[in-house]
């Protein structure tokens, strides 16, 4: 939903969402408004907004699975993988705490308000946000491996 959405559809050669999360600065940020004109900022404050639901949903599954992986690790007695379950949960806490507070800065860096900071802060939580999402989605992998070789194991 959100990529139909994206201000780079509005024209091609657009500045997408992502590129919005990187802007850096009001001068990326203001060259980025520029390209998208009124539909592209309508596009991405619309994308921006909807983002809030998004990021409940995947934290809550996040949150949900990395505990339920962490759980069948101690059950099985794989003591690394339950000690990592620890910091996996809370980077799938963070992911979404970081992405409510990207799109906040975003939202502000879009009303062209905020300076330098907004598009900043925007892109030090993006970044954050992106870290956190791969550290849960690895852990999650590395668990369901162990998942398939316990089942594969018993059979």
Not at 3 to 10: M, Q, T, Y
Not at 26 to 34: D, T
Not at 78 to 92: K, Q, S
Not at 144 to 152: G, Y
């Amino acid at each position: 939903m959100l990529l139909a959405i994206d201000p780079a559809n509005e024209a091609e050669g657009n500045p997408s969402i992502l590129d919005w999360e990187f802007a850096w600065s009001e001068e990326g940020a203001e060259e980025i408004r520029a390209h998208w004109g009124d539909e592209g900022e309508d596009a991405a404050r619309l994308s921006l907004w909807i983002d809030f639901g998004y990021l409940l949903v995947y934290g809550a599954f996040l949150l949900l699975a990395t505990a339920a992986t962490r759980d069948f690790a101690t059950a099985r007695g794989f003591r690394r993988l339950a000690a990592v379950g620890t910091v996996a949960i809370a980077a799938a806490a963070a992911a979404p705490v970081c992405d409510a507070i990207e799109d906040v800065w975003l939202l502000i860096a879009l009303a062209g308000e905020g300076g330098d900071l907004a598009p900043l802060l925007g892109g030090v939580f993006a970044s954050l946000k992106f870290v956190a999402l791969a550290v849960a989605v690895v852990y999650l992998l590395v668990g369901l491996v162990a998942r398939l070789r316990t089942r594969a194991a018993t059979a």
